[in-house]
């Protein structure tokens, strides 16, 4: 069984900065072996992709709209993976949800696809608005 838990969303100004966190709860499986991915979900809108990480950390990969601008990481001592947004604009308001999917080791990639991942959390809202 896996549960994911985000936090740190919430209210801020264009420019702004915050960072996701998303732990997650296991029975069974390490961490350490899940790809985990980052998605949003904007009012009225479909479920897009955000930024997504490979089992190892190693493998990477972002939606245009959010490259260089921010960087999804993990830290599997702790059970969780991150988002750090920066330079954050209205466009980015949504609700974020992080989710997971174990992965055999020979399957070291990070997807964008979220018919990829089997766990979902219930996400968290940030909204950017002057």
């Known amino acids: 069984q896996v549960q994911l838990v985000e936090s740190g969303g919430g209210l801020v100004q264009p420019g702004d900065s915050l960072r996701l966190s998303c732990a997650a709860s296991l029975s069974g499986r390490m961490f350490s072996r899940y790809a985990m991915g980052w998605f949003r979900q904007a009012p009225g809108k479909e479920r897009d992709f955000v930024a997504a990480?490979?089992?190892?950390?190693?493998?990477?990969t972002y939606s245009d709209s959010v490259k260089g601008r921010f960087t999804i990481s993990r830290d599997d001592r702790k059970n969780t993976v991150y988002l750090q947004m920066n330079n954050l604009k209205p466009e980015d308001t949504a609700v974020y949800f992080c989710?997971?999917?174990?992965?055999?080791?020979?399957?070291?990639?990070?997807?964008?696809?979220?018919?990829?991942?089997?766990?979902w959390g219930r996400g968290t809202q940030v909204t950017v608005s002057s």
């Open positions: 989710a997971a999917e174990f992965r055999e080791y020979s399957h070291d990639y990070a997807s964008g696809l979220d018919f990829d991942y089997e766990h």
């Open positions: 990480i490979s089992w190892s950390g190693g493998s990477t």
